[in-house]
């Protein structure tokens, strides 16, 4: 395995790795790199793939095709972690030899525990990876920690245009939990509250304006879903705006429903299924209200929303959006 100074001539690296269970300070780490190596002509095309799923053909050939030809090419690949050995072994070999047209970027979104990610032991042997280490091609961020929010806070306020009152970052900063993505929404509703007070955007954020931005627990998935089913779409908004990461809710959330649509067909179909005496009657109810038809369309919510997610067609916020929306409208309609 050689190092690979890609197409450009500027000494990309051939691969790389992104160590980090945060989402959002991932995707700002690949932002900066795609601007930091830009390709020799137009612009990065972009392909994302997801470690929940075995990789298609199509990944090996935009891994591997050499050519003289042929657009600059960027390879996403999300949860790579999740991907088994035999995977793993066939990357390893493929990236001996690197695509000066692909820069592929794996993310390791995996956990720490003192100070170290818990990369999974297959991984961690590979060959590409300690090449990868070698070359500095590997970034490891832990995430945020308690003593790295205000430094962080301090740095998006700036970005923002947002300035705090003392007491005001202080209070902010003990309310938010040690996540990127949190404390984005939250500074972009400090933003707007703060655009109300004049067109030159107001002045300072003060103790009262955090005290409207106070984190609240994370989103209920199974009251989620039962707003869905009443067609309480108040309620679905409200439960979702308790999420910090759009992301792992998203999925969580897919996977329940459907499981849920599931039991639910089964139930349709007069199979017998352990239920929940509580619940049995209620879910046999909704199963016979919705029909095969009904309950067919709420599975195709559920396959329509991971493909849009995994083919970059929307990002994970827009489609939970459209799913809550979407499956709220059919529960409802069918209760009507």
């Given at each position: 395995?050689t190092?690979?100074?890609?197409?450009?001539g500027k000494?990309?690296?051939?691969?790389?790795?992104?160590?980090?269970?945060?989402?959002?300070?991932?995707?700002t780490?690949?932002?900066?790199?795609?601007?930091?190596?830009?390709?020799?002509?137009?612009a990065?095309?972009?392909?994302?793939y997801?470690?929940?799923?075995?990789?298609p053909?199509?990944?090996?050939?935009?891994?591997?095709?050499?050519g003289?030809?042929?657009?600059?090419?960027?390879?996403?690949?999300r949860?790579a972690?999740?991907w088994?050995?035999?995977?793993?072994?066939?990357i390893s070999r493929?990236?001996?030899?690197p695509?000066?047209?692909?820069?592929?970027?794996?993310?390791?979104?995996v956990n720490?525990?003192?100070?170290?990610?818990?990369?999974?032991?297959?991984?961690a042997?590979?060959?590409c990876?300690?090449?990868?280490?070698?070359?500095n091609w590997?970034?490891?961020h832990e995430?945020?920690?308690?003593?790295?929010?205000?430094?962080y806070?301090q740095?998006?306020?700036r970005h923002?245009a947002l300035?705090?009152?003392?007491d005001a970052?202080?209070?902010?900063?003990?309310?938010?939990?040690?996540?990127?993505?949190a404390?984005?929404?939250?500074?972009?509703?400090?933003?707007?509250l703060r655009?109300n007070?004049g067109?030159?955007g107001?002045?300072k954020i003060?103790?009262?304006?955090?005290?409207?931005?106070?984190w609240s627990?994370?989103?209920?998935?199974?009251a989620?879903?039962r707003h869905?089913?009443a067609g309480?779409?108040?309620?679905v908004?409200?439960?979702?705006?308790?999420?910090?990461d759009?992301?792992?809710?998203?999925?969580?959330?897919?996977?329940?429903?459907?499981?849920e649509?599931?039991?639910?067909?089964?139930i349709?179909?007069?199979?017998k299924?352990?239920?929940h005496p509580?619940e049995?009657?209620?879910?046999?109810q909704?199963?016979?209200?919705?029909?095969?038809?009904?309950?067919?369309?709420?599975?195709?919510f559920?396959a329509d929303?991971?493909?849009q997610?995994k083919?970059g067609?929307?990002?994970?916020?827009?489609?939970?959006?459209?799913?809550?929306a979407?499956?709220?409208r059919?529960?409802g309609?069918r209760?009507?």
């Amino acid at each position: 395995m050689t190092p690979h100074n890609g197409s450009d001539g500027k000494g990309r690296p051939g691969f790389s790795f992104l160590v980090c269970p945060d989402s959002r300070l991932l995707r700002t780490r690949l932002k900066e790199q795609l601007v930091a190596f830009p390709p020799a002509d137009g612009a990065w095309e972009r392909h994302v793939y997801w470690g929940d799923e075995e990789p298609p053909p199509r990944f090996w050939e935009q891994l591997s095709l050499q050519g003289l030809f042929g657009a600059s090419r960027v390879l996403l690949i999300r949860q790579a972690q999740l991907w088994p050995a035999a995977v793993w072994k066939k990357i390893s070999r493929a990236l001996a030899r690197p695509s000066a047209q692909c820069w592929p970027f794996f993310c390791l979104e995996v956990n720490w525990e003192k100070g170290q990610p818990k990369i999974p032991a297959h991984i961690a042997r590979l060959r590409c990876l300690a090449f990868a280490d070698k070359q500095n091609w590997i970034w490891r961020h832990e995430g945020l920690t308690e003593r790295d929010i205000r430094r962080y806070v301090q740095q998006r306020a700036r970005h923002l245009a947002l300035t705090f009152e003392a007491d005001a970052l202080e209070q902010f900063c003990a309310s938010v939990p040690p996540d990127a993505q949190a404390i984005e929404n939250e500074l972009e509703k400090l933003a707007l509250l703060r655009g109300n007070g004049g067109a030159d955007g107001g002045g300072k954020i003060t103790a009262a304006m955090t005290a409207t931005a106070a984190w609240s627990p994370d989103c209920n998935v199974f009251a989620c879903i039962r707003h869905m089913e009443a067609g309480n779409l108040a309620a679905v908004w409200k439960e979702l705006s308790r999420s910090r990461d759009s992301d792992s809710l998203l999925f969580s959330l897919l996977a329940l429903l459907a499981r849920e649509l599931r039991l639910l067909w089964q139930i349709r179909a007069g199979e017998k299924v352990r239920l929940h005496p509580s619940e049995a009657g209620l879910k046999k109810q909704l199963a016979l209200r919705l029909g095969p038809r009904g309950l067919a369309e709420g599975m195709a919510f559920v396959a329509d929303a991971e493909w849009q997610v995994k083919s970059g067609r929307r990002t994970p916020e827009q489609t939970l959006e459209f799913l809550a929306a979407g499956l709220t409208r059919l529960f409802g309609m069918r209760q009507a």
